[in-house]
């Protein structure tokens, strides 16, 4: 793979696996049947997703009959909020949900429609480092609410949630209150996975998304986990694949990609925490120490190793990401998924940025290809760039410009 | 690419094109950022994307701002019925929608949960060949009809619809009814690709559903055309890609394997036409000739060039499946996606077989690996499986047995 440049948007998307590739290449050539046919090449494509399904079940701990692959880890998402949300209101336990503030956008956009349905949704703050309050969300959870989703580590500012202490408070509400399995818990993981903990058994979350095109596999296939016996109504129709819940012809290559391209990131998991924190506690350090006026976004050490999250104050993050594209480092102002609006980042105004301090934020990630060296020459270019748009900047700089 | 055996399924999917598979590799390796992302990497995935959706469009003869790429065939039949169903319905159009009794279980699965949500669905029947009844469906069209979705060809038994036709009975109906848009013209052209024109300019519909697992594309990708300036919910929502038409990070390479296995289908169409078309009328007559008490089910010539779809009294099509999976010769007793339930096929039924027939059916379907010689050893086999099980089964035998 030959990449021009320093890629440091691997929040964004990762480049795939070259392993991974190739073995999708080889089942597309070889596995080419309808996994539904009844036919022998129809059941060896079938054999090989049940494999991967496996697989998949296995890393996470959970049966395989659990784990359904939908089409991205937007439509996964999407999936949980709408399939919980249909399938369970009619029913006594009610139309409430809670998402905390800064949910991904798929999360978001599929609450604000529901709450155009008729449903309520209350949303959890989290505080000035973005981690939920404890407290505010236990006074949300109500009787009639049936669904909690918290992402479980953020994808601009990277802070981790403590999801075993959610789960706990949420299974006390329910043996204390409801007396059923409700509210049930859903996670956006599609960025943790590869970097936390997935057992599911430790977790304690209903519902959990794992998106492909996050962990160095395939983009267009997603992962969901749904716990036996909850409740949901698919939201694509027709041929009854994946036990009824997400209809079309399974994909057997995307399918495969994305239970490789985890089986691989889990594998390196441990080693590649280490190296990346490293790297990250390194350039947050080396940015502090050379540039002025600036905020880190999210929590200092609750937060995943490959994530990096300023504010700079008087600096458009928009012209900062471009005067480094132009210098062939590639970074992001916040979620790729919000580049097409010009909107302020809910997350930043979410843990009390103010619109202007949200507009100067940069998010810079860092992956597999990521060397010490290149986080020498970012520093050395931001240096310059931000010293540069702050010379030329209308926006009088002020240090305490947090709400 | 490697094959034991004959497939004769390709109705069910094809396998992927080596040339498309190259060029899907090269763009995954080449392109491998967020088409999102705002620097030059994200902007040069963006642009082969755009360039996709271009050639795409440009066989299809319409903008490339009416191209969308949803997750699957069905994905973009399911957006085409919920989301032209759910923007409209607050409108004075109405709810009501008209579909065939033959469509994809795509159509026929969207159409049950729109009832269900108060939405009225009339079927427009089909005549004994499979073609749609002309007279009684302009029966059903009505002020407040929203939508019709009309499969272009069948998926089982390849019968192909006066496309042209219908779109004039509605745009009539249009000026002297409504004088609005309304009804929308939706077709499920997944089999129709490849081998039928689809010039939108030359069918008169308002939207379309390609499938890239049915074109020897790859599986996981769809093509929805949706006519500028026509109102659409979208069903995938998060961070607004596809023009907020349908949410999730977008899949380079499998929308540019789409484009690219459109392009050399499209290509190939005419001379492959010919070829298969033989390759069919030789395979029906050799049939004819060699086995009694059989039914060609689908219309004789207005059928797809590489569909044959058969009725043999007194046997179990699921048992001549595996016999003739046995012999290494993969067909299907129907469609793929209806595998999974055992209810005889409902387009089976539309067209007037009894269940006893409908259950004794078998699709052979051809495609670009399909020589003469298969057919041979299909017949020979075929001859030999239907007079041992003939020989061995309880149903008498009746010749008439066509409602």
Redesign the interface.
């Known amino acids: 793979?030959k990449?021009k440049?320093i890629?440091l948007?691997y929040a964004?998307?990762?480049?795939?696996d070259?392993a991974v590739?190739k073995l999708m290449?080889d089942v597309?050539?070889s596995f080419?049947?309808?996994p539904?046919?009844?036919?022998?090449?129809?059941r060896l494509a079938k054999k090989r997703i049940e494999e991967a399904r496996t697989l998949v079940a296995n890393i996470l701990e959970v049966k395989s009959s659990e784990i359904i692959f939908?089409?991205?880890?937007?439509?996964a998402?999407?999936l949980a909020l709408f399939g919980i949300a249909h399938a369970n209101k009619h029913f006594h336990f009610g139309k409430h949900i809670i998402i905390s503030t800064i949910e991904?956008?798929?999360i978001l956009?599929?609450a604000?429609?529901l709450k155009k349905e008729g449903f309520e949704i209350s949303y959890a703050p989290v505080d000035k480092d973005g981690i939920l309050d404890i407290n505010k969300f236990k006074k949300l959870l109500r009787e009639d609410t049936i669904l909690v989703s918290i992402i479980y580590a953020n994808n601009e500012i990277g802070t981790i949630q403590p999801m075993k202490e959610i789960a706990k408070i949420i299974k006390n509400f329910r043996s204390s209150h409801s007396g059923t399995n409700y509210p049930l818990f859903h996670t956006d993981a599609c960025q943790a996975a590869g970097a936390l903990n997935i057992s599911i058994k430790e977790l304690g979350v209903d519902l959990m998304t794992i998106?492909g095109?996050k962990i160095y596999g395939?983009?267009?296939?997603g992962c969901l986990f749904i716990k036996k016996g909850i409740k949901i109504e698919p939201?694509?129709?027709?041929?009854?694949?994946e036990w009824g819940q997400r209809?079309?012809?399974?994909?057997?290559?995307?399918i495969i990609g994305l239970a490789e391209a985890l089986k691989i990131a889990v594998g390196k998991q441990e080693k590649e925490n280490v190296r990346l924190l490293k790297l990250r506690d390194y350039l947050i350090d080396k940015i502090e120490k050379n540039i002025s006026y600036i905020f880190l976004n999210g929590h200092r050490t609750k937060r995943l190793p490959n994530n990096i999250n300023f504010s700079f104050t008087g600096i458009e993050g928009?012209a900062l990401?471009?005067y480094?594209?132009n210098a062939?480092i590639?970074?992001?102002?916040g979620?790729?998924?919000?580049?097409?609006?010009l909107l302020p980042s809910h997350v930043l105004l979410s843990i009390g940025l103010t619109p202007e301090l949200a507009h100067g934020s940069l998010r810079i990630t860092l992956g597999r290809d990521t060397k010490m060296s290149d986080l020498d020459i970012l520093v050395n270019q931001l240096v310059k760039i931000i010293s540069n748009l702050r010379s030329i900047s209308a926006i009088k700089i002020n240090k305490n410009e947090r709400k």
Chains 1, 2 share one sequence.
């Open positions: 793979m990449k440049g890629y948007d964004a998307t990762t480049p795939i070259s590739l290449n597309c050539l080419y049947a309808n539904t046919s009844l036919h022998e090449p129809g939908p089409g991205s880890g937007t439509e998402d999407n991904h956008k798929a956009e599929s604000e429609r998106n095109s395939p983009k267009g296939v939201q694509i129709v027709g041929g009854g694949q209809a079309g012809t399974e994909s057997i290559s995307l928009e990401v471009l480094l594209d062939k590639y970074c992001s102002t979620s790729a998924c919000s580049s097409l609006d």
